[in-house]
């Protein structure tokens, strides 16, 4: 389902003198259906940069990195935009809270957004919102107020909303307390059990060892720095 072939990056810092930074180089593996993969190695190995090239934040210098039959290094960025409405989900750590739209709708959107009828998008947005413990009475205020953790959870709704073929997870357990973090452990678990390809990034050592089938280490495509 998600499949990087020889993929390499490297920065260009404008305001340093067009200073070129390679950070990576010769990644390539693959993630099949219903497959979870953790993104393990050394911090500044470049798990975040492969995650953000993925999700077609930043441009790919060179090799393919399909998801599905789009290959995301070459895409235009209105086919990258119809990869993330139905096939490629992404929960990173933070909320990007919009004012005004209330937490149902908030959470709703991205399966209104594939042409889900609103009772139906509502209804799996309540479910969600229960199950990770967000109150009722929460629900038809915007998230703008809310905690950071109960932004947290909102996002994790919204990310599990709609059933994404591949998922992206940042973190998706950082910072939750106990009962929280084994709903969002029974949430991809569930993901995968209908067969998404899942690529995350879990600090959490437990969470990685129960829901990854493999771990891919990033410093292997960490470009050596000839000193
Ligand atoms: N926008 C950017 N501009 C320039 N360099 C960057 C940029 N983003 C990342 N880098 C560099 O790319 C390398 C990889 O960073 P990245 O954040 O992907 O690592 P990581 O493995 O996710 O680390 P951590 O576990 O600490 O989050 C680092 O050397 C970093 O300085």
Request: proline residues 4%; hydrophobic residues 40%; glycine residues 8%.
């Amino acid at each position: 389902m998600i499949r990087l072939e020889n993929v390499s990056k490297s920065f260009t810092l404008h305001n340093q003198g067009g200073a070129v930074i390679p950070v990576m180089e010769g990644a390539t593996f693959d993630v099949a259906r219903g497959e979870c993969i953790a993104l393990t190695g050394n911090s500044g190995a470049g798990k975040s940069t492969l995650m953000r090239m993925i999700y077609g934040n930043y441009l790919t210098a060179s090799g393919t990195l399909k998801v599905g039959d789009v290959d995301v290094a070459r895409a235009a960025p209105r086919e990258i935009l119809t990869l993330r409405q139905h096939t490629l989900g992404y929960v990173s750590q933070f909320l990007r809270v919009v004012p005004r739209v209330a937490t149902l709708d908030v959470v709703a959107d991205p399966l209104l957004s594939v042409g889900v009828a609103r009772d139906e998008a509502h209804d799996r947005a309540r479910d969600l919102l229960s199950r990770l413990n967000i109150p009722h009475t929460l629900w038809s205020l915007s998230p703008t107020t809310f905690s950071g953790g109960e932004q947290q959870r909102v996002n994790i709704a919204r990310g599990f909303a709609h059933d994404f073929p591949a998922l992206l997870l940042d973190e998706p357990t950082a910072s939750l307390d106990p009962t929280n973090r084994e709903t969002v452990m029974g949430l991809i678990e569930e993901a995968k059990a209908r067969g998404a390809a899942i690529i995350g990034i879990f600090h959490d050592s437990e969470a990685r060892m129960r829901v990854a089938d493999r771990e891919v280490n990033v410093s292997q495509f960490t470009p050596r720095r000839v000193a």
